[in-house]
């Protein structure tokens, strides 16, 4: 895995050759490979929101002008289903031709043969450049080696903060230098619990890209590298899970479980009742739409140590065995995910960060991108790590069993003791399960 | 050469030509059942005994394994101790308060009409959306059950968002459901004879003594339909364990009919689920040949 293959300075200077404009220009001179013949249909299952939708049609307006053979069909399903509603579309034996996969699903998608091998095909495609995107973000659909599907955007999650509430406060915004004490230090600070105010917004992830903002910073992890065993019971993991139970519960400078389902997606941040949050670059367009108050980004505080960690995952797309047309569903991909595509569809609309680099720029132009939204460009340069379970075919069992005791941490009915005993015991028996598969 | 016989109608016998008519109407019923409900299930049965994933193309024969596997699963046991707990809360509490609405929305008194329309409207209310009401009334910071509690100096619980409290909170929620039960039961009301209560008020009957020796007993047959879908029902309630709970806090909402959907669609052990699904068949079956075989003792049918 190499993460910096770009310097940041170097980043940079390629990042501004690529401006706005060149998006919706370099539409034109993709190449056209329209032919003659019969118009063939491509399907797909997407499950972008209603305000979205208008966006991908423009992009996909746009394709079937350069390929008047190609007709595009989507179907869309709820951000809540689609992970329910294409096993059964595959077990119905009626997929589309391309789907979007999530990252958590890639592993045992590829595995139960829901989308199929491109590896040949990304690698082959000197044009499409795949060494371009983050190899974070590829690494997420990299099955055994070889690519089951391609990314669109990826993320890291770092510190948000409401300016207002540290402006009345007369208090510093969080700075580079940040510790996690300095970030609990100003959480008490600015809680107020007769105005309702939290300092932060008590948000506990164990998951993926969110366990790495609060055990990173003390060198733990839920689970080791190949994924292979839950490490969550290290002395450093404990650690981390102290300091933020001892916060939420003992201290009640954040909101616990039941106290955020007071808010929508439970994010009392957003809704200017908490003063720091967690923000990850999907969650910025929310951001925008819903704060009625000024805000900003910071990096994600460092430990005791100095060590600066967070979680980034992110989202792609994949060609089903039901395909019978696996070369037309690659000349769709190879042009939407290529940069002047990831440009057009997330950078310029904000609505996430693109997988390439190239695309974080202009990102950073776009209006839900905060002011200080550098920030999460150096998070992925510099510190984020794509976050456990991904490549595990147990990772569907080994996320519910994280999320389930997050979500008992998080409403007090368990200690950090209790949690982090019942994931090792069933993350392992989960993980050991699969482990001649 | 002899002629064939030619079939005739007539030359049936009535009881015969009664059956034909029968049979030929609920044909088409009948063929929906196999081909739609029964088929499957039985499909469901075989597969249960599979390690169907997703595709058919490598399906093994596994015996019991999904069966034994099930059976180590504490999960698993805990979500058939959830479903009986929010079943029978259902069916007890939601039975006798829609037997308590029928009778008072059978009084003749104004506005009923109104009112059987307003404890009715909560079923004819999509599911998702009832419970996305829900969600709000049982917030424990916003919710109007605290706000109402705190007005008499109650501090309120977590509900749903605590494991003691979610299935009493399901329960509860359950009540404001029987409408359809309330109309049913309200039919079997309106259908006692007025003979019956007048010789029961001949032979000095007060106003409990008539319902316990003249309602319960005309009503008996309708109150066991009532329990035994009520039964069925609960056991098949998803909707609101998808959209409130998702099975927890922990696993305390975790009830079978989602302890099925997450091996199916989250964990993609098709051929689990199918087990899971054949269990709560039996249980059901099990569970309504209790019924009947109770229902002998307290159930009057008039002859």
Do not use: C
Request: a negative charge; zero cysteines; glycine letters at 10%.
């Amino acid at each position: 895995m190499n993460k910096q293959q770009l310097s940041r300075r170097a980043f940079l200077k390629l990042a501004a050759a690529s401006s706005s404009g060149i998006a919706l220009a370099g539409m034109g001179p993709l190449r056209n490979i329209a032919a003659a013949q019969d118009t063939v249909e491509l399907t797909f299952g997407r499950h972008w929101e209603a305000a979205f939708r208008p966006r991908q049609a423009e992009y996909d307006e746009g394709f079937m002008e350069r390929h008047p053979d190609i007709k595009i069909n989507i179907t869309y399903n709820t951000w809540a289903d689609h992970n329910n509603v294409v096993p059964a579309w595959a077990a119905a034996g009626t997929l589309p031709d391309i789907i979007y996969v999530h990252g958590s699903r890639a592993t045992p998608w590829a595995h139960e043969g829901i989308i199929i091998d491109i590896h040949d095909i990304v690698v082959a495609d000197e044009e499409f450049n795949v060494e371009g995107m983050w190899e974070e973000s590829v690494r997420l659909y990299r099955v055994n080696g070889r690519i089951h599907a391609l990314p669109y955007d990826h993320g890291p999650i770092i510190l948000g903060y409401n300016k207002d509430m540290f402006d009345a406060a007369g208090m510093d915004y969080p700075g580079e230098d940040w510790t996690m004490e300095d970030f609990a230090e100003a959480a008490r600070a600015l809680t107020n619990p007769d105005a309702g105010v939290w300092g932060w917004d008590g948000r506990l992830d164990l998951g993926n890209g969110g366990s790495g903002f609060f055990l990173g910073a003390w060198g733990g992890a839920t689970m080791n590298d190949d994924e292979s065993a839950m490490i969550i019971d290290t002395p450093e993991a404990k650690e981390a899970l102290d300091f933020w139970y001892n916060l939420t519960h003992n201290e009640n400078v954040g909101a616990s479980g039941a106290e955020m389902e007071a808010f929508p997606n439970q994010q009392p941040f957003r809704f200017g009742v908490a003063a720091m949050g967690h923000i990850a670059t999907w969650s910025t367009p929310s951001m925008r739409a819903q704060a009625n108050f000024e805000w900003d980004v910071a990096p994600t505080p460092m430990g005791a140590d100095g060590t600066r960690k967070t979680g980034a995952f992110g989202s792609g797309y994949g060609i089903t065995p039901t395909s019978d047309k696996p070369d037309v569903a690659w000349r769709y991909l190879r042009e939407y995910l290529s940069v002047d595509g990831m440009i057009f569809m997330w950078s310029l609309s904000g609505r996430g960060s693109p997988a390439r680099p190239e695309g974080l720029e202009a990102w950073l132009t776009s209006d839900p991108a905060p002011p200080s939204g550098h920030y999460f460009l150096e998070a992925m340069f510099d510190y984020a790590v794509t976050g456990p379970p991904f490549q595990s075919l147990a990772a569907a069992q080994v996320s519910q069993i994280l999320s389930r005791e997050a979500n008992l941490l998080r409403l007090g009915e368990a200690s950090v003791e209790e949690a982090i005993a019942t994931i090792t015991e069933e993350g392992n028996a989960a993980l050991d399960a699969v482990a001649d598969m | 050469m002899e002629s064939v016989p030619r079939f005739s109608l007539r030359s049936l016998s009535q009881r015969s030509r009664e059956e034909l008519v029968f049979y030929i109407f609920i044909l088409p019923w009948l063929i929906g059942l196999v081909l739609f409900t029964a088929g499957p299930t039985l499909g469901m049965l075989g597969l249960s005994f599979t390690d169907w994933r997703i595709s058919f193309d490598d399906l093994n024969f596994i015996g019991l394994d999904n069966y034994a596997k099930l059976a180590a699963d504490p999960i698993f046991w805990t979500s058939i101790g959830n479903t009986f707990y929010i079943v029978a809360g259902r069916v007890v509490f939601g039975t006798a308060f829609a037997l308590l609405l029928a009778v008072l929305l059978n009084q003749k008194v104004p506005g009923i009409p109104f009112f059987r329309a307003v404890y009715y409207l909560p079923s004819v209310t999509a599911g998702v959306a009832v419970a996305l009401v829900w969600i709000w009334i049982f917030n424990p910071r916003l919710g109007i059950l605290n706000y109402g509690l705190k007005l008499i100096g109650i501090q309120g619980p977590q509900w749903i968002y605590s494991s003691q409290w979610v299935k009493p909170s399901l329960i509860l929620m359950g009540l404001f459901q029987v409408g359809p039960n309330m109309i049913i039961l309200l039919a079997g009301l309106q259908g006692i004879p007025k003979e019956l209560y007048e010789a029961a008020e001949i032979d000095g009957a007060g106003n409990w003594g008539k319902f316990r020796n003249v309602t319960l007993p005309m009503l008996s047959p309708v109150l066991f339909f009532v329990i035994i879908i009520s039964v069925v029902g609960s056991f098949q309630n998803f909707t609101e364990i998808r959209v409130m709970t998702e099975g927890g806090p922990g696993e305390s909402s975790n009830v079978l009919i989602w302890y099925l959907w997450e091996n199916a669609f989250i964990f993609l052990q098709l051929g689990v689920a199918a087990a899971v699904a054949w269990i709560m068949f039996v249980i059901l079956m099990a569970l309504t040949g209790l019924q009947f075989r109770l229902g002998r003792r307290w159930v009057f049918y008039e002859v």
